[in-house]
């Protein structure tokens, strides 16, 4: 156990939808990254919060957006869901910008 | 830009065969190097890493050798076990790029080992 939690487990919605994926870095870790991980694409950065604020952006949709929280948990927002988002989406924590990641079980979200 | 290419699998092996998974990468600055596994159904464990070149990793009986003359960071267990099976991902962080510590991954190579 990592101590990185994300919720939920499983998401299954229709095209078209907005669905929101949580994560709960491991107690004292500021910074939180966003992958997503595709048989397609394999596993991609998606963005980069430090503190609450965003740090660095990858091949991110602008269908997709994300916030870190003054409890430093953050939320991974997708809109206007296609087919093509069903992937599993990681969350990972490090204590500062430069340390070691750490990984959570992920989100599979599935889009029909 | 930076990118990391890693062997094809599936790689089948017997259990307590020599294991190899080649990983080279390119990278702007001073990349430092990562060994992810992935076990069936869960997230990506970190098994080891290098910084700088001509360190060696080691964990669990893996080792890997930041090579900077071959740009390679190649994945060896002498005796691999059942349990050994999983996805290993290769991956590296460079902020020489964009002053971010992301990790760019390989395509993931799997690992069968038969009893």
Known sequence: ?112 | GNSVTQMEGPVTLSEEAFLTINCTYTATGYPSLFWYVQYPGEGLQLLLKATKADDKGSNKGFEATYRKETTSFHLEKGSVQVSDSAVYFCALSDPSEDSSYKLIFGSGTRLLVRP
Do not use: M
Request: glycine share 8%; proline share 4%.
């Open chain 1, 1 to 112: 156990d990592s101590g990185v939690t994300q919720t939920p487990k499983h998401l299954i919605t229709a095209t078209g939808q907005r669905v929101t994926l949580r994560c709960s870095p491991r107690s004292g870790d500021l910074s939180v990254y966003w992958y997503q991980q595709s048989l397609d694409q394999g596993l991609q950065f998606l963005i980069q919060y430090y503190n609450g604020e965003e740090r660095a952006k990858g091949n991110i949709l602008e269908r997709f957006s994300a916030q870190q929280f003054p409890d430093l948990h953050s939320e991974l927002n997708l809109s206007s869901l296609e087919l093509g988002d069903s992937a599993l989406y990681f969350c990972a924590s490090s204590a500062t910008i430069n340390s070691e990641q750490y990984f959570g079980p992920g989100t599979r979200l599935t889009v029909t």
